[in-house]
């Protein structure tokens, strides 16, 4: 979802702007733009479609010290030239992008902006009109324009505004959007995340919400609304550029499959010393101890992540697990118990939904963990605790390893927290060694790919709509292989419990409708399976079964190693991430980039 990048006092700008939105391209966008100034001549270039066709108009042509880029992903507006940003004020003068949502947007223009001719259809340019009127109609200084324009301003948003008179300043401030500085050797930058100036520095600054920075080639400071200076450390980000690189890799999706293994054994040695004692933050331990019921919050594949854990977590840990829609709970609170934790597993840790029922939490005293990928995110800083999955930047859309480090995290706090209650299955699961088998499983799965690709192409090369179904753990997993598939493939797909395809869904299974079904667990709910196999078979579909190796039978078409079965959420769902991969791949689309996503989802 959209990205801001920029850059002030650095010869450098428009390269350091084009490199970081094209870092900043994993989160979605359908537009794109910059803004760049030598101090005399600001020259603006904006582009529909990728930051390469942004690059190209750019050319060798536009140079400058300081400038600020943007990617857009349509909220307000289609994808246009004009409704890309960096948008200026009615004379030119001031130049701003935005992310977020301005919910007052029209009630602003019909209160200040009689008179202004705007070019397109988009909050944010009604946001820098009002900023130049302030400044160019009534008077006021630019900061003073900037806040009186904060205090008006409802929604969500980051900022980051260039006066084009004077450019050696770029006024920065968020509300509820992702927004850093990054600071450089006799410059500094502002990003929506740390990986678009990863290139440049590793040291940054968090801004919180509804604070206004200035950020110049040699200062930064902090204030408030009401221009109170807040002091704020830098911090170093535990990022490494080769992480980010595809590598030899054609997308990063595969690149992040394969990364399966080794964030597993990442994981084994975050959360368990050499002894294979779990050394996760007590304080968490405690948290999780003390709740009479574990609320799990979240959205897309974490969501999916959550519901994959919830057997495991409730064995282990003894406390009921409840699993929440982050959308719909931000605003529909169910009755809660008594003593309610909340956990909040995001990959991104920015997910704007999420981010809403953590507000609430916050809001009703109720204790919360961040289970999320990025260190410093939003969600990770406004929890009472924070665990991180260690998986390394995730950057295709489709998100993969971090479903399975979440359910792999969560694995070690239900052992720790089993541990700590001395309840004997958690003693007698040998976590490690469980999950250095998985990381087994995993690469052998992955060594399986050409035939992987052959059944893809076989079943899935020219459907429309597909079936996933299974049973228990397996059906949870079907509700996140059918996500995959549809999200890249655009095949449309179902997750469905087997059993209940018979109570009205089977009437839609035809000759050749693709049925993929998961077998996992045991005799008993795999011959249920297979018996619902059956019924859909001879119905006309085209089943493809994926397996657990103690399980198989002769003509199933992919076997899974056996694994611990509290952890063979994270086994079982490597096949069907391959599967949505290659009917992507096959299909000739953008496998990183699909249509219409972000991949931080930072709107509500
Ligand atoms: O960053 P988050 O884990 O909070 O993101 C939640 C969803 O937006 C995300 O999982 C989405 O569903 C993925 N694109 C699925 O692959």
């Known amino acids: 979802m959209c990205g801001i990048v920029g850059v002030v006092g650095n010869p ?24 760049v100034t030598d101090d005399e001549n600001g020259q603006l270039v904006k582009a529909v479609g990728r930051i390469a066709d942004l690059a190209e108009k750019v050319g060798d042509k536009v140079a400058g010290t300081a400038g600020i880029g943007h990617t857009r992903w349509a909220t307000h507006g289609k994808p246009s030239e004009d409704n890309a940003h960096p948008h200026t004020s009615q004379t030119g003068r001031f130049v701003l992008v935005h992310n977020g949502v301005i919910e007052n947007y029209l009630q602003m223009k019909e209160t200040y902006l009689s008179g202004h001719q705007l070019k397109g259809q988009t909050d944010t340019e009604i946001a820098v009109h009002l900023i130049g009127k302030f400044v160019e109609e009534d008077g006021l200084t630019v900061l003073d324009a ?30 509820k959007s992702p927004l850093l500085i990054g600071l450089g050797q006799g410059y500094n930058m502002v990003c929506s995340d740390a990986m678009a100036m990863i290139r440049e520095t590793n040291q940054y600054m968090e801004i919180h919400d509804q604070e206004l920075v200035l950020v110049t ?24 550029l080769s992480d980010i690189g595809k590598g030899t890799y054609p997308f990063y999706m595969l690149k992040e499959i394969d990364e399966q293994p080794t964030v597993m054994r990442k994981l084994i040695n975050t959360y368990a010393d050499e002894n ?47 699993l929440g829609v982050a959308s719909e709970w931000g605003y529909n609170m169910p009755l809660l118990s008594k003593k309610p934790l909340f956990i909040l597993l995001t990959q991104s840790g920015e997910t704007a939904d999420s981010r809403q029922v953590l507000v609430k939490a ?28 260690h998986a390394g930047p995730e950057i295709a859309v489709a998100s993969t390893k971090a479903y399975t480090a979440q359910v792999a995290a969560l694995a070690f706090l239900a052992k720790a927290v089993g541990e700590a209650n001395s309840k004997q299955e958690a003693l007698d699961f040998d976590l490690v060694h469980e999950l250095s088998i998985v990381a087994q499983a995993i690469e052998a799965t992955l060594s399986e790919k050409d035939l992987i690709a052959e059944k893809v192409q076989q079943l899935l090369s020219t459907t429309r709509n597909a079936f996933y179904i299974g049973r228990g753990i397996d059906y949870y997993v079907t509700m996140e292989a059918a996500l995959k598939l549809k999200e890249i493939s655009y095949i449309q797909c179902e997750g469905f419990a087997a059993g ?10 035809e000759d050749n409708t693709p049925v993929i079904a998961l077998i996992s667990t045991n005799e008993k709910i795999a011959a249920h399976t297979r018996g619902n196999i059956a019924e859909v078979v001879s119905r006309g579909a085209n089943a493809l079964v994926v397996v657990e190796e103690d399980l198989a ?34 299909r000739g689309l953008d496998v990183d980039k699909p249509r219409n996503l972000a991949k931080a989802v930072t709107v509500e």
């Open 553 to 586: 039978r002769e003509g199933d078409d992919i076997i899974v190693n056996k694994v611990h079965p509290f952890l063979t959420t994270i086994a079982m769902v490597i096949p069907t991430q391959l599967i949505a991969y290659y009917a992507s791949l096959q």
């Open 146 to 175: 900037f806040k009186k324009a904060l205090h008006i301003i409802e929604g969500s948003y980051a900022f980051a505004l260039i006066d084009s008179e004077n450019p050696d300043t770029i006024y920065v401030a968020k509300n």
């Open 276 to 322: 294979g004692k779990m050394t996760v933050d007590p304080q968490i331990v405690k948290a999780v101890q003390e709740a009479d019921r574990i609320y799990i919050l979240a959205a897309g594949t974490s969501y999916n992540a959550g519901f994959a854990s919830k057997a495991m977590l409730e064995a282990l840990t003894d406390t009921p697990v409840e």
């Open 500 to 509: 209940e395809l018979k109570h009205g869904t089977i009437s839609l299974i």
């Open 362 to 389: 916050n809001e009703m005293g109720i204790p919360s963990l961040t289970i999320t990928n990025v260190p410093g995110s939003t969600l990770s800083r406004e929890a009472t605790y924070t665990m991180l999955l």
């Open 12 to 35: 450098n700008a428009t390269d350091i702007l084009i490199q970081g939105l094209e870092k900043l391209e994993y989160r979605g966008y359908d537009s794109a733009g910059i803004f």
């Open 217 to 240: 080639k040699d200062s930064v400071e902090v204030q408030d609304y009401n221009g109170h200076t807040v002091e704020r450390e830098a911090y170093t980000a535990e990022l490494d």
